[in-house]
Protein backbone atom coordinates (compact mmCIF):
# COMPACT_ATOMS: atom_id res chain seq x y z
CA UNK A 1 0.00 0.00 0.00
CA UNK A 2 2.90 2.12 0.83
CA UNK A 3 5.33 3.04 -2.27
CA UNK A 4 8.77 4.40 -1.68
CA UNK A 5 9.32 7.53 -3.92
CA UNK A 6 13.31 9.16 -3.99
CA UNK A 7 13.17 12.72 -4.84
CA UNK A 8 15.93 14.87 -4.83
CA UNK A 9 18.12 13.19 -2.48
CA UNK A 10 14.78 13.41 0.00
CA UNK A 11 12.48 10.36 1.32
CA UNK A 12 8.93 10.76 0.32
CA UNK A 13 6.48 7.92 1.12
CA UNK A 14 2.58 8.23 0.45
CA UNK A 15 -0.18 6.82 2.04
CA UNK A 16 -3.05 5.84 -0.02
CA UNK A 17 -6.27 7.52 0.74
CA UNK A 18 -9.48 3.89 1.25
CA UNK A 19 -11.71 6.88 -0.34
CA UNK A 20 -10.34 9.69 -2.08
CA UNK A 21 -10.92 13.20 -0.24
CA UNK A 22 -14.18 14.41 -1.55
CA UNK A 23 -14.61 17.77 -2.31
CA UNK A 24 -16.90 19.85 1.06
CA UNK A 25 -19.82 21.27 -0.48
CA UNK A 26 -21.21 23.89 2.10
CA UNK A 27 -20.52 26.95 1.68
CA UNK A 28 -18.02 27.03 -1.10
CA UNK A 29 -17.81 30.04 -3.82
CA UNK A 30 -19.18 28.76 -7.12
CA UNK A 31 -20.38 30.69 -10.09
CA UNK A 32 -23.38 31.67 -8.86
CA UNK A 33 -22.14 32.71 -5.39
CA UNK A 34 -20.87 36.31 -4.34
CA UNK A 35 -17.41 36.38 -3.38
CA UNK A 36 -18.27 39.33 -1.13
CA UNK A 37 -21.44 36.47 0.61
CA UNK A 38 -20.50 36.31 4.21
CA UNK A 39 -22.61 33.32 4.83
CA UNK A 40 -19.93 31.50 2.32
CA UNK A 41 -16.49 30.41 4.32
CA UNK A 42 -13.47 31.10 2.44
CA UNK A 43 -11.88 28.44 0.00
CA UNK A 44 -8.53 28.03 -0.78
CA UNK A 45 -8.22 29.32 -4.44
CA UNK A 46 -6.28 26.57 -6.15
CA UNK A 47 -7.88 23.43 -7.91
CA UNK A 48 -6.90 20.13 -5.59
CA UNK A 49 -4.77 18.03 -8.04
CA UNK A 50 -5.60 14.38 -7.68
CA UNK A 51 -2.33 13.25 -6.35
CA UNK A 52 -2.66 16.23 -3.38
CA UNK A 53 -5.35 14.21 -2.01
CA UNK A 54 -3.15 11.78 -1.17
CA UNK A 55 -1.75 11.61 2.18
CA UNK A 56 1.92 12.18 1.92
CA UNK A 57 4.59 11.69 4.94
CA UNK A 58 6.16 15.10 4.32
CA UNK A 59 8.28 14.47 8.02
CA UNK A 60 9.29 11.33 9.94
CA UNK A 61 11.77 10.80 12.76
CA UNK A 62 13.02 7.87 14.69
CA UNK A 63 13.90 10.30 17.56
CA UNK A 64 13.58 13.98 18.05
CA UNK A 65 16.05 16.24 17.88
CA UNK A 66 16.59 19.92 18.19
CA UNK A 67 18.42 23.22 16.90
CA UNK A 68 21.07 23.30 19.90
CA UNK A 69 23.08 26.74 19.10
CA UNK A 70 26.14 24.80 18.94
CA UNK A 71 27.82 20.97 18.71
CA UNK A 72 29.32 21.10 22.07
CA UNK A 73 25.76 22.43 23.67
CA UNK A 74 23.91 19.30 22.42
CA UNK A 75 26.67 16.95 23.76
CA UNK A 76 26.19 18.93 26.93
CA UNK A 77 23.11 18.26 27.13
CA UNK A 78 22.81 14.67 26.12
CA UNK A 79 25.76 13.93 28.97
CA UNK A 80 23.64 15.90 31.81
CA UNK A 81 20.69 14.45 30.96
CA UNK A 82 18.88 17.67 29.97
CA UNK A 83 18.27 15.70 26.43
CA UNK A 84 17.53 12.38 26.27
CA UNK A 85 16.35 11.82 22.57
CA UNK A 86 14.38 8.55 23.30
CA UNK A 87 12.14 10.65 25.87
CA UNK A 88 10.83 13.21 23.15
CA UNK A 89 7.65 12.64 21.71
CA UNK A 90 5.38 15.59 19.40
CA UNK A 91 1.97 15.35 20.04
CA UNK A 92 0.01 18.77 18.72
CA UNK A 93 0.70 20.38 14.89
CA UNK A 94 -0.34 24.14 13.82
CA UNK A 95 0.75 25.20 10.56
CA UNK A 96 0.82 28.83 9.91
CA UNK A 97 3.19 31.08 7.32
CA UNK A 98 6.15 29.11 6.54
CA UNK A 99 5.81 27.12 9.67
CA UNK A 100 4.75 24.30 11.48
CA UNK A 101 4.39 24.58 15.08
CA UNK A 102 5.06 21.63 16.82
CA UNK A 103 4.17 20.56 21.00
CA UNK A 104 6.71 18.63 22.95
CA UNK A 105 5.31 17.60 26.46
CA UNK A 106 7.24 16.91 28.75
CA UNK A 107 5.97 13.51 29.70
CA UNK A 108 9.79 12.17 30.90
CA UNK A 109 12.60 13.85 31.81
CA UNK A 110 15.37 14.93 28.97
CA UNK A 111 12.55 17.17 26.68
CA UNK A 112 14.66 20.27 26.29
CA UNK A 113 11.62 22.22 25.01
CA UNK A 114 8.17 21.68 24.57
CA UNK A 115 7.16 24.06 22.07
CA UNK A 116 9.15 24.52 18.73
CA UNK A 117 8.59 24.82 15.12
CA UNK A 118 10.22 23.10 11.91
CA UNK A 119 9.91 25.04 8.22
CA UNK A 120 7.30 23.95 5.76
CA UNK A 121 8.15 21.17 3.41
CA UNK A 122 8.62 23.04 0.66
CA UNK A 123 11.11 25.52 2.41
CA UNK A 124 13.06 21.84 4.00
CA UNK A 125 14.80 19.83 2.00
CA UNK A 126 15.00 17.20 5.37
CA UNK A 127 12.64 15.16 5.80
CA UNK A 128 13.69 15.23 9.72
CA UNK A 129 14.50 18.75 10.92
CA UNK A 130 15.71 19.68 13.93
CA UNK A 131 12.86 21.60 15.81
CA UNK A 132 13.76 25.07 17.01
CA UNK A 133 12.47 26.17 20.28
CA UNK A 134 9.76 28.72 20.22
CA UNK A 135 9.54 31.57 21.14
CA UNK A 136 13.27 31.14 22.32
CA UNK A 137 15.46 28.74 24.52
CA UNK A 138 14.72 30.84 27.42
CA UNK A 139 11.19 30.46 27.29
CA UNK A 140 11.26 26.90 26.87
CA UNK A 141 13.41 26.32 30.21
CA UNK A 142 12.34 23.54 32.40
CA UNK A 143 11.78 24.69 36.26
CA UNK A 144 10.93 28.40 35.13
CA UNK A 145 7.49 29.29 36.07
CA UNK A 146 7.86 32.11 34.39
CA UNK A 147 8.56 30.08 30.86
CA UNK A 148 6.90 27.27 29.64
CA UNK A 149 6.62 23.69 31.52
CA UNK A 150 4.37 21.41 29.73
CA UNK A 151 2.58 22.36 26.33
CA UNK A 152 0.30 19.76 24.90
CA UNK A 153 -2.25 21.59 22.63
CA UNK A 154 -2.23 25.14 20.66
CA UNK A 155 -4.17 27.04 18.43
CA UNK A 156 -3.97 29.77 15.98
CA UNK A 157 -6.71 32.29 15.06
CA UNK A 158 -6.72 34.36 12.08
CA UNK A 159 -4.96 37.05 13.58
CA UNK A 160 -2.05 35.05 13.62
CA UNK A 161 -2.21 34.99 17.59
CA UNK A 162 -1.02 31.40 18.64
CA UNK A 163 -3.11 29.92 21.92
CA UNK A 164 -0.42 28.02 24.67
CA UNK A 165 -1.86 25.71 27.06
CA UNK A 166 1.05 24.96 30.00
CA UNK A 167 -0.39 22.55 32.43
CA UNK A 168 2.61 23.80 34.63
CA UNK A 169 3.67 20.09 35.80
CA UNK A 170 6.57 17.68 33.99
CA UNK A 171 7.25 14.24 33.87
CA UNK A 172 3.89 13.09 34.20
CA UNK A 173 4.68 9.52 33.22
CA UNK A 174 7.02 9.34 36.05
CA UNK A 175 6.77 8.66 39.42
CA UNK A 176 9.32 10.46 41.92
CA UNK A 177 9.46 13.97 43.53
CA UNK A 178 12.06 15.45 40.41
CA UNK A 179 9.00 17.32 39.15
CA UNK A 180 8.67 20.70 38.13
CA UNK A 181 4.88 21.88 38.97
CA UNK A 182 4.23 25.34 38.29
CA UNK A 183 0.95 27.02 38.17
CA UNK A 184 -0.79 26.20 35.11
CA UNK A 185 -1.11 29.11 32.68
CA UNK A 186 -2.37 30.19 29.11
CA UNK A 187 -0.23 32.53 26.77
CA UNK A 188 -0.87 34.13 23.65
CA UNK A 189 2.14 34.42 21.28
CA UNK A 190 1.94 36.89 18.22
CA UNK A 191 3.35 34.74 15.62
CA UNK A 192 3.50 37.96 13.00
CA UNK A 193 6.31 39.39 15.61
CA UNK A 194 7.93 36.26 16.51
CA UNK A 195 6.20 35.03 19.80
CA UNK A 196 5.74 38.45 21.35
CA UNK A 197 3.39 37.78 24.56
CA UNK A 198 0.42 39.77 24.00
CA UNK A 199 -1.20 37.64 26.95
CA UNK A 200 -0.01 36.03 29.71
CA UNK A 201 -2.98 34.49 32.32
CA UNK A 202 -2.66 32.09 35.28
CA UNK A 203 -5.31 29.70 36.15
CA UNK A 204 -6.89 30.10 39.37
CA UNK A 205 -6.80 27.02 41.89
CA UNK A 206 -10.29 26.58 41.87
CA UNK A 207 -10.43 26.18 37.97
CA UNK A 208 -6.89 24.29 37.22
CA UNK A 209 -5.48 22.84 39.94
CA UNK A 210 -1.22 23.42 39.91
CA UNK A 211 -0.05 19.84 39.86
CA UNK A 212 -3.21 17.86 39.49
CA UNK A 213 -4.78 18.81 35.95
CA UNK A 214 -4.05 17.89 32.80
CA UNK A 215 -4.74 20.50 30.46
CA UNK A 216 -4.44 18.96 26.68
CA UNK A 217 -6.47 20.00 23.19
CA UNK A 218 -7.59 24.05 22.50
CA UNK A 219 -10.22 25.40 20.46
CA UNK A 220 -10.20 29.06 19.87
CA UNK A 221 -13.71 31.03 19.34
CA UNK A 222 -13.85 34.45 17.89
CA UNK A 223 -17.06 35.59 19.60
CA UNK A 224 -17.39 38.34 21.82
CA UNK A 225 -13.46 39.65 21.79
CA UNK A 226 -12.25 35.39 22.10
CA UNK A 227 -12.75 32.58 23.94
CA UNK A 228 -10.67 29.52 24.70
CA UNK A 229 -12.07 26.38 25.06
CA UNK A 230 -9.42 23.77 26.77
CA UNK A 231 -10.04 19.53 27.37
CA UNK A 232 -8.61 18.49 31.04
CA UNK A 233 -8.42 15.12 30.84
CA UNK A 234 -7.32 14.90 35.06
CA UNK A 235 -8.53 11.96 36.72
CA UNK A 236 -9.85 13.91 39.14
CA UNK A 237 -12.08 16.20 37.57
CA UNK A 238 -12.53 16.08 34.19
CA UNK A 239 -14.25 19.10 32.17
CA UNK A 240 -13.28 21.67 29.52
CA UNK A 241 -12.18 24.51 30.89
CA UNK A 242 -13.39 28.43 29.43
CA UNK A 243 -11.36 31.27 28.68
CA UNK A 244 -12.31 34.83 28.05
CA UNK A 245 -9.68 37.07 26.66
CA UNK A 246 -12.17 40.45 27.45
CA UNK A 247 -13.20 39.20 30.84
CA UNK A 248 -9.12 37.50 31.55
CA UNK A 249 -11.50 35.31 33.40
CA UNK A 250 -11.77 31.33 33.58
CA UNK A 251 -14.14 28.57 34.52
CA UNK A 252 -14.77 24.99 34.00
CA UNK A 253 -17.87 22.86 32.46
CA UNK A 254 -18.18 19.64 34.05
CA UNK A 255 -20.38 16.88 32.83
CA UNK A 256 -19.95 13.10 34.20
CA UNK A 257 -21.86 11.24 31.37
CA UNK A 258 -20.58 12.29 28.27
CA UNK A 259 -16.80 13.48 29.61
CA UNK A 260 -15.45 11.02 31.59
CA UNK A 261 -14.30 7.49 29.94
CA UNK A 262 -16.78 4.84 28.53
CA UNK A 263 -16.62 1.34 30.75
CA UNK A 264 -16.87 -0.28 27.45
CA UNK A 265 -13.66 1.63 25.60
CA UNK A 266 -10.98 1.31 28.05
CA UNK A 267 -10.05 -1.67 26.31
CA UNK A 268 -8.66 -1.56 22.81
CA UNK A 269 -5.70 -2.81 20.65
CA UNK A 270 -3.26 -0.34 18.65
CA UNK A 271 -1.17 -2.52 16.21
CA UNK A 272 -0.92 -5.51 18.59
CA UNK A 273 -0.68 -3.82 22.03
CA UNK A 274 -3.45 -5.02 24.19
CA UNK A 275 -4.04 -1.33 26.27
CA UNK A 276 -6.36 -0.57 29.13
CA UNK A 277 -6.87 3.50 29.04
CA UNK A 278 -9.17 4.81 31.36
CA UNK A 279 -8.65 8.47 29.75
CA UNK A 280 -11.68 11.53 30.28
CA UNK A 281 -12.57 14.05 27.80
CA UNK A 282 -9.49 14.70 25.24
CA UNK A 283 -10.59 15.57 21.76
CA UNK A 284 -12.06 18.94 20.66
CA UNK A 285 -13.19 20.65 17.88
CA UNK A 286 -15.40 23.87 16.90
CA UNK A 287 -18.05 23.58 14.23
CA UNK A 288 -19.48 26.31 11.75
CA UNK A 289 -22.00 29.14 12.81
CA UNK A 290 -25.52 27.64 11.82
CA UNK A 291 -28.72 28.98 11.99
CA UNK A 292 -30.86 27.30 15.12
CA UNK A 293 -33.74 28.90 13.83
CA UNK A 294 -34.07 27.26 10.67
CA UNK A 295 -36.75 24.30 10.52
CA UNK A 296 -35.24 22.04 7.55
CA UNK A 297 -38.87 20.97 6.67
CA UNK A 298 -40.02 24.95 6.25
CA UNK A 299 -38.91 27.30 3.61
CA UNK A 300 -37.28 30.25 5.27
CA UNK A 301 -37.22 33.51 3.62
CA UNK A 302 -33.31 34.66 2.81
CA UNK A 303 -33.85 37.42 5.39
CA UNK A 304 -33.79 35.12 7.83
CA UNK A 305 -30.84 32.79 6.61
CA UNK A 306 -28.69 36.01 6.37
CA UNK A 307 -29.48 37.93 10.36
CA UNK A 308 -29.76 34.98 12.61
CA UNK A 309 -26.59 32.89 11.79
CA UNK A 310 -25.19 32.95 15.79
CA UNK A 311 -25.10 29.31 17.25
CA UNK A 312 -21.82 27.01 16.88
CA UNK A 313 -21.38 23.80 18.94
CA UNK A 314 -18.16 22.24 20.49
CA UNK A 315 -17.85 18.95 19.52
CA UNK A 316 -15.53 16.50 22.05
CA UNK A 317 -14.93 13.34 23.45
CA UNK A 318 -12.65 11.07 25.82
CA UNK A 319 -10.22 8.82 24.64
CA UNK A 320 -11.91 6.03 26.19
CA UNK A 321 -15.03 6.35 24.73
CA UNK A 322 -16.86 5.47 21.09
CA UNK A 323 -19.00 8.60 20.82
CA UNK A 324 -18.67 11.97 19.62
CA UNK A 325 -21.02 14.88 22.19
CA UNK A 326 -21.61 18.62 21.74
CA UNK A 327 -22.54 21.58 23.77
CA UNK A 328 -23.32 24.92 22.51
CA UNK A 329 -20.41 27.34 22.64
CA UNK A 330 -22.75 30.08 23.94
CA UNK A 331 -23.82 27.99 26.75
CA UNK A 332 -19.78 27.25 27.55
CA UNK A 333 -19.33 31.26 27.13
CA UNK A 334 -22.02 31.87 30.07
CA UNK A 335 -20.01 31.88 33.44
CA UNK A 336 -23.38 33.31 35.26
CA UNK A 337 -24.93 30.18 33.77
CA UNK A 338 -22.10 27.36 34.37
CA UNK A 339 -22.36 29.15 38.41
CA UNK A 340 -25.83 28.24 39.00
CA UNK A 341 -26.59 25.10 36.45
CA UNK A 342 -26.89 21.64 38.27
CA UNK A 343 -25.62 18.29 36.58
CA UNK A 344 -29.03 18.01 35.04
CA UNK A 345 -28.99 21.56 33.41
CA UNK A 346 -25.89 20.69 31.37
CA UNK A 347 -26.79 17.04 30.77
CA UNK A 348 -29.96 18.36 29.01
CA UNK A 349 -27.93 20.85 26.82
CA UNK A 350 -25.52 17.82 25.21
CA UNK A 351 -26.16 15.99 22.05
CA UNK A 352 -24.56 12.30 21.41
CA UNK A 353 -24.45 12.14 18.05
CA UNK A 354 -23.64 8.27 18.38
CA UNK A 355 -20.96 5.96 18.01
CA UNK A 356 -17.49 5.53 16.29
CA UNK A 357 -15.21 2.92 15.08
CA UNK A 358 -13.08 3.38 17.38
CA UNK A 359 -11.35 5.33 19.92
CA UNK A 360 -10.08 9.09 18.81
CA UNK A 361 -7.14 11.14 20.33
CA UNK A 362 -7.46 14.13 17.79
CA UNK A 363 -10.32 15.89 15.98
CA UNK A 364 -10.01 18.98 13.82
CA UNK A 365 -13.06 20.88 12.14
CA UNK A 366 -12.62 23.03 8.64
CA UNK A 367 -14.86 25.86 7.91
CA UNK A 368 -17.15 24.20 5.90
CA UNK A 369 -18.58 22.13 8.65
CA UNK A 370 -16.22 18.29 8.05
CA UNK A 371 -14.40 16.85 11.41
CA UNK A 372 -11.38 14.77 10.84
CA UNK A 373 -10.55 12.26 13.50
CA UNK A 374 -8.34 9.60 14.13
CA UNK A 375 -9.66 5.91 14.74
CA UNK A 376 -6.75 4.45 16.89
CA UNK A 377 -8.17 0.98 17.01
CA UNK A 378 -8.09 1.34 13.26
CA UNK A 379 -5.62 2.54 12.10
CA UNK A 380 -7.40 5.07 9.95
CA UNK A 381 -7.98 8.93 9.50
CA UNK A 382 -11.66 9.82 9.33
CA UNK A 383 -14.33 12.60 8.50
CA UNK A 384 -17.72 13.40 8.84
CA UNK A 385 -19.61 16.49 7.71
CA UNK A 386 -21.22 17.51 10.90
CA UNK A 387 -24.04 18.92 8.46
CA UNK A 388 -24.95 15.06 8.10
CA UNK A 389 -26.26 12.59 10.83
CA UNK A 390 -23.52 10.82 12.39
CA UNK A 391 -24.32 7.38 10.55
CA UNK A 392 -22.03 4.34 9.05
CA UNK A 393 -22.96 5.93 5.95
CA UNK A 394 -21.66 9.74 6.31
CA UNK A 395 -18.30 8.18 8.42
CA UNK A 396 -15.81 8.54 5.90
CA UNK A 397 -12.52 7.03 6.37
CA UNK A 398 -9.86 8.48 3.93
CA UNK A 399 -6.96 6.71 4.87
CA UNK A 400 -5.82 3.91 6.56
CA UNK A 401 -2.51 1.88 7.01
CA UNK A 402 -1.51 -0.45 9.64
CA UNK A 403 2.43 0.69 9.67
CA UNK A 404 2.35 4.36 8.87
CA UNK A 405 -0.47 5.33 10.86
CA UNK A 406 -0.26 4.01 13.82
CA UNK A 407 -1.82 6.45 16.81
CA UNK A 408 -3.46 9.40 15.27
CA UNK A 409 -2.85 12.31 17.75
CA UNK A 410 -3.78 16.35 16.46
CA UNK A 411 -4.26 18.01 13.31
CA UNK A 412 -3.97 21.36 11.54
CA UNK A 413 -5.06 23.15 8.33
CA UNK A 414 -2.83 25.60 6.82
CA UNK A 415 -3.37 28.73 4.47
CA UNK A 416 -3.82 26.61 1.33
CA UNK A 417 -5.88 23.85 2.42
CA UNK A 418 -3.81 21.54 3.80
CA UNK A 419 -3.97 19.15 6.17
CA UNK A 420 -1.43 18.06 8.79
CA UNK A 421 -1.75 14.93 10.65
CA UNK A 422 0.32 13.80 13.84
CA UNK A 423 1.03 10.41 14.04
CA UNK A 424 3.15 9.66 16.67
CA UNK A 425 3.06 5.76 18.61
CA UNK A 426 1.90 7.53 21.20
CA UNK A 427 0.97 3.94 22.87
CA UNK A 428 4.70 2.37 22.48
CA UNK A 429 5.96 6.00 24.10
CA UNK A 430 3.96 5.56 27.07
CA UNK A 431 4.91 1.83 27.21
CA UNK A 432 8.39 2.61 26.85
CA UNK A 433 8.61 0.44 23.87
CA UNK A 434 9.83 2.40 20.61
CA UNK A 435 12.32 1.65 18.71
CA UNK A 436 15.06 4.45 17.54
CA UNK A 437 15.88 2.25 14.42
CA UNK A 438 12.78 2.40 12.91
CA UNK A 439 10.69 5.81 12.44
CA UNK A 440 8.22 6.59 15.39
CA UNK A 441 6.70 10.15 14.67
CA UNK A 442 5.33 11.47 11.17
CA UNK A 443 3.63 14.00 10.01
CA UNK A 444 1.10 13.64 6.79
CA UNK A 445 -0.41 15.93 4.86
CA UNK A 446 -3.23 15.74 2.10
CA UNK A 447 -5.18 18.85 0.65
CA UNK A 448 -8.62 19.01 1.69
CA UNK A 449 -9.80 22.32 -0.09
CA UNK A 450 -10.97 24.22 3.30
CA UNK A 451 -9.45 26.38 5.95
CA UNK A 452 -8.84 25.96 9.11
CA UNK A 453 -12.31 26.56 11.24
CA UNK A 454 -10.85 29.54 12.60
CA UNK A 455 -11.96 31.37 9.11
CA UNK A 456 -15.48 31.40 9.28
CA UNK A 457 -17.95 34.23 8.13
CA UNK A 458 -18.46 37.45 10.02
CA UNK A 459 -21.83 37.60 12.02
CA UNK A 460 -23.01 39.08 14.84
CA UNK A 461 -20.97 37.77 17.18
CA UNK A 462 -17.70 37.89 15.70
CA UNK A 463 -18.37 40.97 13.88
CA UNK A 464 -17.06 44.43 15.63
CA UNK A 465 -20.10 46.44 13.82
CA UNK A 466 -23.28 46.06 14.53
CA UNK A 467 -25.41 44.09 12.77
CA UNK A 468 -29.36 43.39 12.25
CA UNK A 469 -30.62 40.30 13.91
CA UNK A 470 -34.40 39.16 14.02
CA UNK A 471 -35.57 43.27 13.75
CA UNK A 472 -37.14 44.94 11.22
CA UNK A 473 -35.15 47.13 8.69
CA UNK A 474 -32.96 49.68 10.36
CA UNK A 475 -33.64 48.27 13.62
CA UNK A 476 -30.09 48.32 15.13
CA UNK A 477 -29.57 45.65 17.88
CA UNK A 478 -28.84 46.53 21.16
CA UNK A 479 -26.39 44.03 23.02
CA UNK A 480 -25.22 45.33 26.38
CA UNK A 481 -23.12 42.23 26.68
CA UNK A 482 -20.59 44.28 24.52
CA UNK A 483 -19.94 45.53 28.20
CA UNK A 484 -18.19 43.30 30.06
CA UNK A 485 -18.00 42.65 33.68
CA UNK A 486 -16.68 40.92 36.16
CA UNK A 487 -19.78 40.66 37.91
CA UNK A 488 -23.26 41.48 37.12
CA UNK A 489 -25.01 41.26 33.75
CA UNK A 490 -24.54 38.33 31.39
CA UNK A 491 -23.96 39.18 28.22
CA UNK A 492 -27.74 39.08 26.30
CA UNK A 493 -26.33 36.24 23.58
CA UNK A 494 -25.27 34.36 26.53
CA UNK A 495 -28.28 34.21 28.42
CA UNK A 496 -30.90 34.13 25.50
CA UNK A 497 -28.59 30.61 24.20
CA UNK A 498 -28.37 29.48 27.53
CA UNK A 499 -32.37 29.80 28.14
CA UNK A 500 -32.99 28.05 24.49
CA UNK A 501 -30.95 25.18 24.80
CA UNK A 502 -32.36 23.90 28.37
CA UNK A 503 -35.75 24.93 27.45
CA UNK A 504 -38.29 21.63 26.67
CA UNK A 505 -38.42 19.54 23.15
CA UNK A 506 -41.19 21.32 21.37
CA UNK A 507 -44.50 19.34 21.33
CA UNK A 508 -44.59 19.18 17.51
CA UNK A 509 -41.58 17.09 17.71
CA UNK A 510 -39.72 20.50 15.37
CA UNK A 511 -35.97 20.37 17.37
CA UNK A 512 -32.83 21.17 16.51
CA UNK A 513 -29.90 20.10 19.24
CA UNK A 514 -31.88 20.94 21.57
CA UNK A 515 -33.56 23.73 20.93
CA UNK A 516 -37.53 24.31 20.87
CA UNK A 517 -38.72 26.37 18.61
CA UNK A 518 -41.49 27.90 20.77
CA UNK A 519 -38.00 29.29 23.43
CA UNK A 520 -36.67 30.32 19.87
CA UNK A 521 -39.07 32.42 19.21
CA UNK A 522 -38.81 33.66 23.14
CA UNK A 523 -35.13 34.10 22.06
CA UNK A 524 -36.23 36.62 18.54
CA UNK A 525 -38.60 38.60 21.12
CA UNK A 526 -35.77 39.61 23.83
CA UNK A 527 -33.32 40.58 20.90
CA UNK A 528 -35.14 43.23 19.24
CA UNK A 529 -35.66 44.41 22.57
CA UNK A 530 -31.97 44.32 23.05
CA UNK A 531 -32.54 42.21 26.23
Given at each position: ?469 AGAPGEPFADNGLVYQYEG ?43
Open positions: MINRIMTMGARSFAVLLAVALAGCTHGQLGDDVSPNDTLSPPTPAAPIAPGEKQFRVVYEWNVLDFAFTTEPERAQALYNGHYIPKNVLISDCKPYANRLYLTIPRMLPGVPATLGYVVRPENNGRTDPEIVPFPSWEMNERGNCSALQFVQGVAVDKHGIMWVVDSGRTETLTRGKDHVVCPPKLLLLDLKRNGTILLRYQFPEAVVPAGNNYLNKIVVDDAFGGFAYITDNSGADPGIVVFSRRLIRSWKVRENNSMRAARNAVRFAVNGTELNFSIHIDSIALGPYYNPNVNPDQPVPESVLSSQNYERNVYYSPLSSYHIYSLPASLLRDPEFNARATPRDILEAVVDYGQKQSQTDGMFMDNQGVLYYGLLGEHAIAKWDSYQPFTAKHQQTIAKDPTYIQWVDSMGIDHEGYLYVVVNRLHNFVAGRLNPLEVNFRILRAKTGALSYVYTPDNLFNSDGKSLYTTPASSRLAAAGILGSAASDGHSVTGLSWPILTGILIILRLGA
